[in-house]
């Protein structure tokens, strides 16, 4: 493996400080690295060529007039295709927003800009991040590189393929119910969803307001404190952005975990969880345990009744949420002759399957008359899920659960059954009911050779402490920086 596109973001960045690697190379080696590895993996929807030149262009430009930004500087990243992009077409993986150019970037995505990131494109998603193997994207799934006949996971699925793949050296993902940790869980990747608040939100199409957060996809725990550092702080545009000051998270890597109290959620550690994912999570814990860690079982038993409350929440969210799709402001508009017919003949067309069945159970569960028994009953179970994890967190400092239940599954698993896609979330919906932080750890590789991620759970603002602990998972379980198969192949 000798192209750039195979080194951490770390390597990467020391290599264009000390001019041995330009931003022009790196940026020319990720795009070749995108025609080796896009028609099978389909990770992007877009792909800026004539951007992401100019800003490598610019970065080089810069880093020889003695203006070097930082470690973001000059590195190609991808960004999902639901964080807005001016002048670059952002669909949110909908065909109602097929051909929608913004007129303004996110928050996050301006902040990767003024750090002299390199934007290479727009990564493919479940419909408006809808999803957990990107089998609902209106423009085709993403692969795995780590078996192509599989999903990715979801919904932020082409971004981790394209980090797995070297494809861009870190991505921008975005999580309402796991979709950052389950995909880089699936694909051998690190991947952080930030304390609700953290990351700014303006410009991220919303999915359900109370849960969304935008985060790193990465390839190793430096490489997504590195990202988030760049995109974290307060932003006047976003109501519901963090006010206060930032610890310096990087401070907390190398550390070790002497002394840390680790939880592990015995509800999530059980019953329902691969037996590959669950002894390798076992080894992990037991090897924390064996660098000083202390380790308790902790029991949440609100967890039973998570997955079913999202279901409620996120849904109901959403329907208010996309209701903007009118076919009047943005995207597609499908004629008819008055008005009703013309937004409901618009919306018809639009929106997937997927996306019409959260609209309405959304709606259904907040009309008169089931309010209460629904989304009141959610609401509900949103306080005792925040009331277990505060109770646990006055005696641990991290949960720890595997980040999924299984690995990365075949092509059509799952998607004849809603259900069972939805039940690949249970370990990861927690922490957004809840607003905590989460960040998924590669571990091992199951018998197929598939990746296991571990995940780590902190309270709210709790981002040293998980990073502390997640850098040690990742050096007692001795990843490596393993790659998938097709980039040995391909490289
Ligand atoms: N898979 C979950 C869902 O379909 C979570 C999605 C997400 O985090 N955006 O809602």
């Known amino acids: 493996m000798s192209s750039p596109v195979d080194l951490t973001l770390a390597g990467a960045a020391a290599a264009l400080r000390d001019g041995q690697l330009s931003a022009r190379e790196l940026l020319e080696a990720t795009l070749d690295r995108a025609v080796l590895t896009e028609a099978e993996l389909h990770a992007y929807l877009t792909i800026d060529h004539q951007g992401a030149r100019a800003a490598a262009a610019a970065a080089d430009e810069a880093i020889a007039r003695g203006d070097h930004t930082g470690p973001l500087h000059g590195i190609p990243v991808a960004v999902k295709d639901n964080m807005v992009t001016a002048g670059l077409e952002t669909t949110a993986g909908s065909q109602i927003l097929a051909g929608y150019v913004p ?54 699925g082409g971004s981790a393929a394209a980090v797995a793949a070297g494809s861009a050296q870190v991505a921008l993902g975005s999580d309402t119910g796991g979709s950052i940790r389950q995909p880089a869980s699936l694909c051998g990747l ?134 903007r799709f009118d076919g009047v402001r943005y995207g597609l508009r499908v004629d008819g002759a008055t008005v009703e017919e013309m937004t409901a003949r618009t919306r018809a067309e639009g929106f997937g399957p997927e996306v019409a069945r959260r609209v309405l159970l959304g709606t259904y569960a907040l009309s008169a008359g089931y309010y209460e028994a629904f989304y009141g009953q959610a609401q509900k179970v949103r306080t005792l899920v925040i009331q277990d994890f505060t109770r646990a967190y006055a005696h641990v400092d991290v949960l720890v659960s595997p980040t999924s239940p299984m690995t990365a599954f075949e092509f059509g698993s799952r998607t004849a059954d809603p259900l069972s896609m939805y039940l690949v979330d249970v370990c990861t919906i927690p922490s957004n009911l809840a607003g905590g932080p989460g960040i998924s750890v590669p571990i091992d590789l199951d018998t197929s050779n598939l990746p296991i991620g571990f995940q780590v759970m902190a309270p709210p603002l709790g981002e040293e402490t998980l990073f502390r602990v997640a850098a040690e998972v990742e050096r007692v379980t001795a990843w490596n920086d393993r790659r998938p198969p097709l980039v040995e192949a391909r490289s």
């Open 103 to 156: 007129p303004y970037d996110a928050t996050a995505v301006a902040a990767l800009r003024s750090a002299g990131a390199v934007i290479v494109g727009k990564s493919n998603l479940d419909e408006f991040a809808m999803g957990s193997s990107t089998e609902n994207s209106g423009y085709g799934p993403s692969a795995n590189p780590w078996d192509t006949g599989r999903v990715p996971g979801g919904s932020s």
């Open 190 to 323: 690190v991947g952080m969803k930030p304390t609700y608040g953290l990351v700014s939100r303006y410009g991220l199409i919303a999915f359900a307001s109370s849960l969304d957060q935008i985060g790193p996809i990465a390839r190793t725990v430096e490489d997504a404190v590195t990202t988030l550092e760049v995109i974290a702080g307060h932003d006047p545009l976003d109501a519901t952005s963090y006010r206060g000051a930032y610890p310096d998270y990087r401070s907390s890597l190398g550390r070790g975990v002497d002394g840390v109290r680790i939880g592990v959620v015995s509800e999530l550690a059980g019953e329902g969880i691969h037996p590959d994912v669950l002894s390798a999570f076992r080894s992990a814990v037991d090897a924390l345990a064996d660098t000083g860690a202390i380790i308790s079982e902790v029991s949440l038993p609100s967890m039973e009744y998570a997955l079913s409350a999202y279901y409620l929440i996120a849904p109901a969210e959403c329907s208010a949420n996309l209701a």
